[in-house]
């Protein structure tokens, strides 16, 4: 057997070596390295976020912008957006939309697009909305987004006072001004001399009376009721059953004579305005019950359908000629006929 002797410096020169190498760990296992696209593949385990964009930051009074509110985060996390209660102070909601799309598995992604509007001048800020959200293990949490500022510009220009793009003015040319005065003054002039003849013909056409003979005196208000009240009593209602028609008539007669005898308005007010108007005016209370009686006759038959008898009818007839005849106006006689005078009695 051969031996082969190891010299002393060699066997140094082994040891030294293999001290370094355990100092240095280069006997160690490397590591083994993570792929980049491995890296960039792997899942988000992030909290939530929320991206805001507004398209415009300067917009004219009235016109409508769009604010972008973007929630994103892993799935299966769950959003849950403001309704319908939501109120973007100074600004108003036109319309709003939900724009989810297509996004990987792991991947969550939805945007709400609101629509808005001011309608006042200034710079204003768009305020904080704020989007909950919660996951299967029961995390919950809220993201808000920031203030945005935005610009409403008027309408007119900022250099000058004139609306945008105004119309062209219309030129004029002095030979058209002076076509449209001579048009105007011959349309007036036509109209005064339409007004003119028609002033002459009604005054050619009026009767005229004799001189120093003087008018008639009007009819006095007791001899035209009087006058009425006997055609109504010759009239055909009552045989034809019109019960409404003829209490009417009554009713009317009575208003205008009471109306002129007392000097008020009496045709076109209520029966409880003529009470009040009665004793307002201290006219006599027997009068002011016996008319107020009457026209509620009248009323319950107009308006609440009630059937008297014809005997009935013809006694409030009777009723109205004595109470006219009672209270006439006694510095006008009352010329009566055979009739007449037998109600009065």
């Not at 769950?78 to 309704?83: D, L, M, Q, S, V």
């Not at 076109?268 to 201290?282: F, K, S, V």
Request: charged fraction near 25%; charge should be negative; include cysteine.
């Amino acid at each position: 057997m051969t031996h082969h002797a190891i010299s002393m410096p060699s066997l140094i020169s082994v040891v030294i070596m293999l001290h370094v190498v355990f100092c240095t760990g280069i006997l160690a296992a490397p590591a083994t390295p993570i792929p980049a696209s491995a890296m960039a593949s792997a899942p988000a385990l992030s909290e939530p976020k929320l991206l805001t964009e507004l398209d415009a930051t300067r917009v004219r009074i009235g016109d409508p912008f769009h604010l972008r509110l973007t929630a994103e985060g892993s799935a299966p996390l769950r959003f849950i957006f403001p309704g319908d209660a939501l109120d973007p102070a100074p600004a108003v909601i036109l319309d709003r939309a939900m724009d989810i799309p297509s996004m990987p598995p792991d991947t969550l992604r939805e945007t709400l697009v609101l629509t808005l509007a001011l309608y006042d001048v200034g710079d204003f800020d768009i305020p904080a909305i704020a989007i909950e959200w919660e996951s299967p293990d029961g995390r919950r949490g809220t993201l808000t987004s920031e203030p945005q500022f935005i610009r409403v510009e008027p309408i007119l220009d900022e250099s000058t006072t004139a609306p945008r793009n105004p119309r062209p003015a219309i030129d004029i040319a002095p030979r058209s001004i002076y076509i449209i005065r001579v048009i105007a003054g011959i349309a007036l002039l036509a109209a005064a001399v339409t007004t003119l003849l028609l002033w002459l013909h009604r005054r050619r056409h009026q009767p005229r009376s004799e001189p120093g003979k003087p008018l008639p005196p009007p009819i006095p208000a007791h001899e035209q009721a009087l006058a009425r009240l006997a055609a109504l009593r010759n009239s055909n209602f009552l045989a034809h059953g019109d019960l409404k028609t003829y209490f009417v008539e009554l009713t009317q007669i009575l208003k205008e004579y009471i109306g002129d005898r007392y000097a008020f308005l009496a045709l076109e007010h209520t029966t409880g305005e003529i009470r009040h108007d009665l004793r307002r005016l201290a006219v006599d209370r027997a009068v002011q019950t016996e008319v107020t009686a009457i026209l509620d006759l009248g009323d319950m038959v107009k308006f609440a359908r009630f059937t008297p008898e014809d005997d009935t009818c013809r006694e409030t007839l009777e009723r109205v000629e004595k109470l006219v005849c009672q209270t006439m106006d006694p510095r006008q006689p009352l010329q009566m006929s055979a009739d007449q005078k037998e109600v009065t009695e």
